[in-house]
């Protein structure tokens, strides 16, 4: 079935770098992507909406300039955290949906396993 | 590793009706559960969440969940349905106590809601 392949799974970066998160649909094309984030003991938070194309839809409280999202094609979208710091430290999630289906009814919502940054 | 399993892909009910949404686990530590909820054209939403307490958790718009931990179970349940929930519903599982750790989430659920 359809996958959302995400790299890497797990990274430990020094504080002041920049660590660049893949998301990419495996067998199928996503037009949209998201990104989400989460902090220990608290449900995810949704970053924003990776389109295709054209420039990321940040929710509101989310550094545009900290957290860059490039959604070069319909099957890779990348989160660039620049300039880290240990209050980045988090577990992030991209999710995709299958374009190609016949109706978004049809069309699941496929998850990536997740990237779990830790900032030193 | 954890896992999360979701027992019906679609489901279709009509207004009025009962709901009641499956969800299984595997894990053998302590975990935190969550049940999201997606409506079309819209974001992922939080609709309720176990973190410890109470294993009957209440959460927006009328639904709540149970956690039964004999049976590693988090079901979704809403007495009376509306169309407005026609949405997908997504069940989530991460290890408790652990800092940073993978969150996965099931399958997910299509509800449709007929009028």
């Known amino acids: 079935g359809a996958v959302v392949s995400q790299h890497p799974s797990w990274v430990i970066c020094k504080s002041g770098t920049s660590v660049k998160i893949e998301c990419r649909s495996l067998?199928?094309?996503?037009?949209?992507m998201f990104w989400y984030r989460q902090f220990p003991k608290q449900s995810l938070m949704l970053m924003a909406t990776?389109?295709?194309?054209?420039?990321?839809?940040?929710e509101q409280g989310v550094e545009k300039d900290k957290f860059l999202i490039n959604h070069a094609s319909l099957t890779l979208s990348t989160l660039t955290v620049t300039s880290a710091h240990p209050e980045d430290s988090s577990f992030y999630i991209c999710s995709a949906r299958d374009i190609g289906l016949i109706s978004s009814y049809n069309s699941p919502l496929h998850f990536g396993n997740g990237t779990r940054l830790t900032v030193t | 590793a954890q896992s999360v399993s979701q027992h019906n892909h679609h489901v279709i009910l009509s207004e009025a009706a009962s709901l009641e949404l499956g969800c299984n686990y595997s894990?053998?530590?302590?975990?935190?559960l969550f049940w999201y909820v997606q409506y079309p054209g819209q974001h992922l939403q939080l609709l309720l969440k176990?973190?410890?307490?109470?294993?009957l958790v209440k959460g927006i718009k009328g639904f709540e969940a149970e956690f039964i931990k004999s049976k590693f179970s988090f079901n979704l349940r809403k007495p009376s349905v509306q169309w407005s929930d026609t949405a997908e519903y997504f069940c989530?599982?991460?290890?408790?106590?652990?800092?940073?750790?993978?969150?996965?989430f099931g399958k997910g659920t299509m509800l449709l809601v007929s009028p």
């Open positions: 894990y053998g530590g302590t975990v935190n």
């Open positions: 067998d199928f094309q996503a037009t949209t």
């Open positions: 176990y973190f410890s307490g109470d294993p």
């Open positions: 989530a599982v991460n290890a408790a106590n652990s800092g940073y750790s993978t969150l996965t």
């Open positions: 990776s389109n295709e194309g054209s420039k990321a839809t940040y």
